[in-house]
């Protein structure tokens, strides 16, 4: 078995060093592994001797800015393994906990994630879960349990190459960051896949800001864009009646909108989703949120209200 561990690291400072380090220490008991960093135009110098330190890694670097997802999408590519590991480039992991959560994603049908104790929050979040709110389709605020239908949020994501390929490998958005969580969530209930939360594992975010701004930190007209985007390849079937009108409210106009969604750039992308993903949002509210047909009927309702009492001209789209 053959284990990558993958990575999209943008000006990480000494944080990507330790996370590496970190990381041999949680695959102990692996035989085969490897590294593959993306260097996202980081202008700290953080990539430039990581495969010179570390034998089994590589570094590619980007000729532009791409993004999170987009360098994630990249590192996953060019891996090798049997086994993906996503990991964020500023974590610490315990003892041998990538290598056995390794083992246990061969043997689940979808994505293995840890607990993990975020620095920042001083907390400890076990997945997410999906929930409707005035923007849309989007994480709730995760809890210190795992939810009955858990989502992706968090740091580490362990599958198989196989789930891996099922996904079409990370979601690319328009924008640089944002929604790629939910949206791969919602790709994998739809494909008869799951969210696990491995509770005897922990793994630690670090607080990693500078100047109280993430490398990856997005204006509001990307995360406005990856909302719409979102929404268009996840749900196509009611995008136009009920996600759209709710999504211009809530973020506001942004003229570009539209021709992001529609260009050419999408639209293998969208030929691909229509065919496949052929379910409706009721589906899943049933399966992702674990609601009753009396409940769900009251969230469709209420939406749809929320809808017509906010009614406006949506022609830019």
């Known amino acids: 078995m053959r284990i990558s561990v993958i990575m999209a690291a943008c000006n990480q400072g000494k944080y990507l060093a330790e996370t590496i380090e970190s990381a041999i220490d949680g695959l102990r008991g692996a035989r085969d592994w490897e590294f593959v ?50 990991v964020d480039p500023h974590c610490f992991f315990e003892p041998k906990c990538l ?13 293995v994630m840890p607990r993990v104790y975020w620095e920042a929050r ?11 709110q005035s923007r849309g389709i989007r994480n709730q605020r995760p809890s210190s349990r795992p939810a009955k239908y858990p989502t992706l ?68 007209s990307e995360i406005m864009e990856n909302a719409h985007w979102f929404h268009a390849m ?14 211009l409210k809530a973020y506001g106009r942004y003229n570009g909108m539209g021709r992001s969604i529609k260009s050419r750039r999408f639209a293998k992308e969208l030929k691909w989703l229509h065919e496949k993903c052929v379910r409706s949002e009721s589906w899943m509210l049933r399966k992702v949120l674990g609601v009753d047909d ?7 309702r209420s939406v749809r209200q929320w809808q017509a009492k906010h009614e406006q001209d949506s022609t830019v789209l």
């Open 153 to 220: 949020h968090g740091t580490v994501y362990v599958m198989t190459r196989d789930v891996y390929n099922k996904l079409r490998g990370w979601p690319v958005l328009p924008g640089r960051w944002g929604r790629w969580e939910q949206m791969t969530s919602c790709w994998l209930y739809r494909m008869g896949l799951k969210a696990f939360v491995a509770m005897d594992y922990t793994c630690v975010h670090r607080q990693y800001r500078t100047n109280n701004v993430y490398p990856f930190e997005l204006p509001k």
């Open 37 to 86: 960093v993306v260097d996202d135009c980081s202008e700290d110098g953080s990539c430039n001797t990581i495969e010179e330190r570390y034998s089994r890694t590589q570094v590619i670097k980007t000729s532009k800015r791409s993004g999170c997802s987009a360098s994630r999408h990249l590192a996953g590519r060019s891996a090798t393994g049997d086994i993906i590991i996503s």
């Open 234 to 247: 996840c749900f196509s079937e009611t995008y136009e009646s009920t996600w759209r009108p709710l999504l």
């Open 99 to 111: 290598f056995e959560m390794a083992q246990m994603a061969k043997e689940l049908p979808g994505i």
């Open 294 to 300: 009396l409940e769900r009927s009251k969230i469709v």
């Open 122 to 132: 001083s907390a400890y979040v076990c997945g997410g879960s999906l929930g409707i």
